[in-house]
Nanobody, 124 residues
Framework: QVQLVESGGGLVQAGGSLRLSCAAS????????MGWFRQAPGKEREFVAA????????GYADSVKGRFTISRDNAKNTVYLQMSNLKPEDTAVYYC?????????????????WGQGTQVTVSS
C-alpha cells in the first residue's frame, strides 16, 4: 500500500510560479510510475504530467508543455511538479497519483493510488 500526500499549493498571481510536492510512504515508490492530474470546478479530472519509475520517460498535457516540469527523487520518495508562468485557467485541485503498472499514463484509471489533492489558485 502506498499513501500519497501533496503539498505546495496556494494562491499566486498570473505569471507566477509554484512547486508542488507529493511525498509517498512505503518502500516501493521507485517501482511506481507517477502522475499529476487536476480538476477544476465543474470539470472532469484531467491529466497534467507523468514520469516513469526511473524518470527516463516523461509526458505532459499540451496545455502545460513548456511551463510545467515533473521530476522525482526516489531517495526521498517524492515527486515534484514545478509550475511556471501560471495562468488563471491552471486553477484547480491538483492530485498526485501512483501506479505499479501504468499502461496509459494519461488516463486516471491507470493509477492505483491517489493523494487528497492540493488547491492551486491563479489570480488574474
Amino acid at each position: 500500500q502506498v499513501q500519497l500526500v501533496e503539498s505546495g499549493g496556494g494562491l499566486v498571481q498570473a505569471g507566477g510560479s509554484l512547486r508542488l510536492s507529493c511525498a509517498a510512504s512505503g518502500r516501493t515508490f521507485s517501482r511506481h510510475g507517477m502522475g499529476w492530474f487536476r480538476q477544476a470546478p465543474g470539470k472532469e479530472r484531467e491529466f497534467v504530467a507523468a514520469i516513469s519509475t526511473s524518470g527516463g520517460s516523461i509526458g505532459y498535457a499540451d496545455s502545460v508543455k513548456g511551463r510545467f516540469t515533473i521530476s522525482r527523487d526516489n531517495a526521498k520518495n517524492t515527486v515534484y511538479l514545478q509550475m511556471s508562468n501560471l495562468k488563471p485557467e491552471d486553477t484547480a485541485v491538483y492530485y498526485c497519483a501512483g501506479g505499479s503498472t501504468v499502461l496509459d499514463r494519461i488516463y486516471a484509471r491507470s493509477y492505483d493510488y491517489w493523494g487528497q489533492g492540493t488547491q492551486v489558485t491563479v489570480s488574474s
